[in-house]
């Protein structure tokens, strides 16, 4: 999750105007839990003054301190001590997202039979992940790791959404935290029935995975909503596009939704908003700016006349004026990424920039397709005069 | 599978506990039934065969009234459809009244036992046992409570028991193993049922009984005892968001996934059919002198891949005409036999060719899934395929447990006509048997690859689906499915057909489907890849359904489903389940309403 990853835990990524870890909380509030660990490691402050004193559900959280990051498992070990024996409890991992309530479909699966269940997905990536067999009464009976999706192969992958009894922390220690093992040994010793996702679903592990999940949230709008307080004169609304309070939007702005303006936010003279962009609380767009399918983190200044499309830009980024982001190869192929000495494929045609937090750009600056820039870092005005020496 | 419902309470609960087995129908609906207490009066059963709407209006559940009953929506799968067979089951002093879900393994014994104690049995059902020893139980031990559980301790097998008694009449005793039954907590009333949907919109509050456990569940109380201890269990309410329709799909986004999913089973089912009766139907289809399949959409498709297997198994070629053209084109008499393909029994196209049939006095047939049908009660020689109700509009399992005994009345055909011999009938039975873990291996290993297929061509309108031979009916039937899940043009054909001028429309809009069969079958899988060849040479997309082959040769396509290789025999029922996850997955992309299409009904019972 690079650039953003040395700066804030997945969770506290904003997509369609609001935080991963917010959705997940309101979608466990929305199926009937009001109590929840939260085993926090990365960033830890981040997510513990995000979310004290009190979460606007209402939902009663109690933080635990991972200390060294070592895993899913060996963390759950960590809240070993706040569920009591014959207890089961919802596990979730934070970075997984959903296009609708998971929880309450897996809850009510694992109601039919009141045994350990897993929740299951379909990913196109599924050479990634742990695939699972199943046999009969969706009762999973192996899981095997990273089969060759390219072969032909490749099944319904765990979803990161579990019903588990407390008895599972028995198996995370026998196995030693090591979770894969310990869910072959509830296979094995008890049994974890399937619960099918058949939604869109989520592992956010690529910054260009926020845009997916952006777009994954935005797709389930399907009205324009904006506040009372905000003010339009001569602006051009075309589809889902939600205006926050104070938000202040300028004459001749052009807002195509999907789109999401955050609070407080200002949208300048003549700027143009394409589909699926999302700009964070107390952004700035300056005048004439153009932005295409992006995240824009709160606190965000975008100069004027400047491009910004299938990017990603953190939280208070100065992007001086006529600024422009390359979304796409020359000869129109696949995006590449380097990632130290390799390339990632991203799957995808059109690719902008990854903008890490407090980054400065200079005016005038052009980022290629794929680029990443490194949080804080200081990209000089691109000058013509004086001449660079 | 059966669904059972109970309401206690002190006002009328009669219309809601109605409405319960309404909601439980997904669960069986070939009879139902209500049982209602009113004080220390005997009991007011009213059960009879048919839907929940269609028993309402022969036994007038308008006009009942009551406090305090228990409702049973059933599904047979042995015993007939008959009023009797129905549930509630009555004691013979009409003091106890009993539904119950599940199978009782040791029913004979019991039976025999309470024969000779002089109880009168009224049914042919294993549920009528418990009633009867709750209330010779009851006469010794004078405490319905300890009556209950001591016959419970008597039971074997699996089940969820609903009891309603007079001596207790604002009691409702209830029991589970190993099928689900739990306890809703409402202000006015308290539910029981098989899942929430029995009760969801009078409460969210839920307790869950588990296996081994029995509660009584009053008006406003309920309590949970271990069946073998007596002792009492606490167990926390839950409140839940709840979908009632989840529910019933057990885990599953859809229907048609679920069906898709109980496929191996229902082969099983389909096998497991007593052979007299494949073998019954077999004699006919050789003694007379013509023999016609027929069926409409789905079906029709099943009985043209029917027809393959007689010809090429047992040197027979059936005529297969779709139902709604049956009588504008068949000629029958007496000397004919007729069989009709239907998953509901009451196809409105397949009955009237029925109809037709019957007044020209041939012999009639019919492989149904559902008992007590127009169809089933008809036709002279009936094969029930044990298909479990099928809910979702597309027929996947039905369809494909029809293919099955054609197949098996084939082989028994085939023998008779010396086609085969009895060994070699011996061995397809067995690769039949093959066909469970086959399919199971076939949605466990591939359905990552064909969703990742249908996601990168659901925007594609329009599908050529090709096969020859027995592949292609298969290739057909699958094309329906894509029109109707999908509503994606796809249109099935003969693979030879191609060059007589469908060859015209293949361009880079038009993707095609190719069912190819295992190398063993040597000159159709040459003649088939010489059609993928063709349509490799204009530059179409080709999807090839493909068995593991031996030989190196890159094949013609552009992208391949390989399967485990697999006996011929088998071989079109596998693309079959292949071509099935293809159109899901392509219209779940499509985000299309699965399980109720537009414009399709679960069974067509108009002209």
């Known amino acids: 999750m690079a650039p953003f990853s040395s700066t804030r835990p997945n969770p506290m990524i904003p997509v369609g105007g609001r935080y991963v870890i917010d959705r997940t909380v309101s979608m466990l509030y929305e199926a009937g839990i009001n109590s929840m660990k939260l085993v926090v490691g990365h960033r830890p402050q981040m997510l513990t003054k995000h979310l004290s004193p009190e979460h606007p559900t209402g939902m009663a959280i109690h933080f635990i301190d991972q200390g060294k990051q070592n895993g899913i498992g060996k963390a759950m070990l960590k809240a070993r001590d706040q569920f009591s024996p014959g207890e089961h409890f919802v596990l979730v991992y934070a970075d997984t997202l959903t296009a609708s309530n998971i929880i309450s479909v897996i809850l009510q699966s694992f109601s039919l039979h009141n045994e350990p269940t897993a929740a299951i997905c379909l990913t196109r990536s599924g050479e990634k992940y742990g695939n699972v067999y199943l046999g009969k009464d969706m009762k999973i009976t192996k899981i095997i790791e990273k089969p060759k999706l390219k072969a032909g192969l490749g099944n319904y992958v765990l979803a990161g959404v579990f019903v588990l009894p407390e008895a599972f922390f028995g198996f995370l220690e026998k196995s030693k935290g090591n979770m894969e093992a310990a869910l072959k040994h509830l296979i094995k010793k008890q049994s974890l029935r399937a619960s099918i996702w058949g939604d869109d679903w989520l592992d956010m592990a690529y910054p260009w995975d926020i845009l997916k999940a952006n777009q994954m949230v935005m797709d389930q709008w399907k009205e324009a909503a904006i506040h009372q307080s905000v003010e339009l004169s001569n602006t051009k609304i075309k589809g889902p596009v939600r205006i926050c309070e104070g938000a202040d939007i300028r004459a001749g702005a052009v807002l195509e939704g999907p789109a999401y303006i955050g609070p407080g936010s200002f949208i300048g003279h003549n700027v143009l908003l394409r589909p699926y962009t999302s700009v964070g609380a107390n952004s700035v767009i300056g005048h004439g700016a153009e932005l295409k399918n992006c995240v824009i983190f709160p606190e965000t200044v975008v100069g004027r006349l400047s491009f910004i499309g299938d990017s990603v830009v953190g939280e208070g980024v100065d992007i001086g004026a006529g600024t422009m982001t390359i979304n796409r190869t020359i000869d129109k192929k696949e995006v590449k990424i380097k990632e130290g000495r390799t390339l990632v494929r991203a799957g995808l045609n059109k690719l902008g920039a990854f903008i890490g937090d407090g980054a400065v750009i200079g005016a005038s600056n052009i980022l290629d397709a794929g680029s990443m820039v490194q949080a804080g870092k200081k990209i000089p005005h691109n000058c013509s005069y004086p001449a660079k020496r | ?607």
């Open chain 2, 1 to 607: 599978m059966c669904g059972i419902a109970g309401i206690a309470s002190l006002e009328d609960i009669s219309e809601r506990l109605v409405g319960s087995i309404r909601n439980l129908e997904y669960r069986g609906y070939d009879s139902c039934g209500i049982a209602l207490v009113n004080g220390s009066k005997a009991i007011r059963v009213s059960k009879n065969i048919g839907t929940v709407d269609e028993v309402g209006a022969k036994e007038n559940f308008s006009k009942l009234k009551g406090s305090l009953g228990i409702a049973h929506a059933r599904w047979a799968t042995h015993g007939k459809v008959t009023k009797a067979n129905a549930h509630p089951h009555t004691s013979c002093g009409k003091g106890f009244s009993i539904t119950h879900n599940g199978i009782i393994s040791n029913y004979t014994n019991i039976k025999a036992g309470l024969l000779k104690l002089g109880h009168k049995f009224s049914s042919e059902t294993d549920t009528e046992v418990i009633v009867h020893l709750v209330e010779e139980y009851y006469k010794k031990l004078k405490s319905v409570e300890q009556a209950f559980v001591s016959a419970l301790r008597d039971l074997d097998g699996s089940f969820a028991i609903a009891l309603v008694t007079k001596h207790e009449p604002g009691r409702i005793y209830c029991a589970r193993f190993e099928s689900p039954l739990l306890i809703g907590l409402g202000d006015d009333a308290n539910y029981i049922g098989s899942d929430f949907s029995a009760f969801i919109q009078h409460t969210k509050s839920a307790v869950f009984l588990e296996d081994g456990e029995y509660s009584i569940v009053t008006h406003d109380s309920h309590c949970i005892k271990r069946i073998s201890t007596g002792e009492t269990v606490s167990r926390p309410v839950q409140e839940l968001k709840w979908d009632p329709e989840m529910a019933q799909k057990g885990g599953f986004p859809h229907y048609m996934l679920k069906e898709i999913y109980e496929q191996p089973q229902i082969v099983q089912n389909a096998l497991d059919i007593d052979r007299k009766l494949i073998r019954g139907f077999a004699k006919i289809a050789l003694e007379k002198s013509r023999l016609y399949i027929t069926g409409v959409g789905t079906t029709f498709y099943v009985a043209q891949l029917g027809q393959y297997y007689f010809s090429q198994y047992a040197g027979l070629t059936p005529m297969v005409i779709s139902s709604d053209e049956f009588r504008f084109l068949a000629q029958v008499d007496k000397n004919c036999a007729v069989l009709a393909l239907s998953q509901s029994g009451e196809t409105y196209d397949t009955l009237t060719a029925l109809r037709h049939a019957k007044s020209m006095k041939a012999t009639t047939a019919a492989i149904v899934n559902v008992m007590g049908s127009s169809m089933a009660r008809m036709v002279d020689h009936l094969i029930l395929q044990q298909s479990g109700p099928e809910i979702c509009v597309i027929s996947t399992k039905a369809a494909l447990s029809q293919m099955i005994i054609l197949a098996r009345v084939v082989l028994e055909v085939g023998v008779m006509n010396k086609r085969i011999t009895l060994k070699q009938a011996k061995t397809f039975e067995k690769e039949i048997g093959q066909l469970p873990g086959a399919i199971e291996k076939i949605l466990n290993e591939k359905s990552g690859f064909i969703h990742s297929i249908a996601k990168t061509h659901s925007k594609i309108r329009h599908w050529l689906f090709l096969g020859r031979g027995r592949y292609y009916p298969v290739a057909r039937e699958s094309a329906l499915k894509m029109k109707e899940v999908a509503y994606v043009h796809a249109e099935g054909m003969p693979s030879g057909f191609l060059k007589h001028g469908t060859i015209a429309l293949i361009d880079d809009r038009l993707n095609s489907v190719i069912f190819t069969p295992p190398e063993e079958e040597k000159q159709l899988y040459e003649l088939t890849l010489s059609s993928a060849e063709e349509i490799k040479a204009r530059g179409g997309y080709l999807l090839g359904i493909t068995f593991k082959s031996r030989s190196k040769e890159p094949l013609p396509f552009t992208d391949q489903i390989v399967l485990p290789e697999a006996p011929p025999f088998i071989a079109p029922f596998l693309e079959m389940v292949v071509a099935q996850l293809l159109s899901y997955f392509t219209a779940t992309t499509l985000k299309r309403n699965i399980d109720r299409p537009r414009s399709l009904a679960k069974s067509v019972t108009v002209a």
